[in-house]
């Protein structure tokens, strides 16, 4: 059975930076593509970041582009994202997910299995 465990989560001044950790067990790592999704109060779950299973290919969300980057360690089953010059708007429980395919993919209806969440909230 496949377990996501997600960490580094916590409250940061906007314009600071966190790095979010996602340990993955059960299956072989290195196979699917894993992504990041977010959600804020009140609001649906959206899409943040996906990174391709080796890791060459990254997609992401238009209102993280330049400050959010993904990527993976396949020899620790981890996969990142770090996150700079955060804003108010960045607050939201953040999930990470593991795809059922290879490559990176931003529609919740290719990812398989889900971490709990860890909660990010950025002041102003």
């Known amino acids: 059975q496949v377990q996501l465990v997600e960490s580094g989560g916590g409250l940061v001044q906007a314009g600071g930076s966190l790095r979010l950790s996602c340990a993955a067990s059960g299956r072989t790592f290195g196979t699917y593509a894993m992504g990041w999704f977010r959600q804020a109060p009140g609001k649906e779950r959206e899409f943040v970041a996906s990174?391709?299973?080796?890791?060459?290919?990254?997609y992401y969300t238009n209102s993280v582009k330049g400050r959010f980057t993904i990527s993976r360690d396949n020899a620790k089953n981890t996969v990142y994202l770090q996150m700079n010059s955060l804003k108010p708007e960045d607050t939201a429980v953040y999930y990470c997910?593991?795809?059922?395919?290879?490559?990176?993919?931003?529609?919740?209806?290719?990812?398989?299995?889900w971490g709990q969440g860890t909660q990010v909230t950025v002041s102003s």
């Open positions: 990174i391709s299973s080796s890791g060459g290919s990254t």
């Open positions: 997910a593991e795809a059922r395919v290879s490559w990176r993919v931003g529609s919740e209806s290719y990812y398989d299995y």
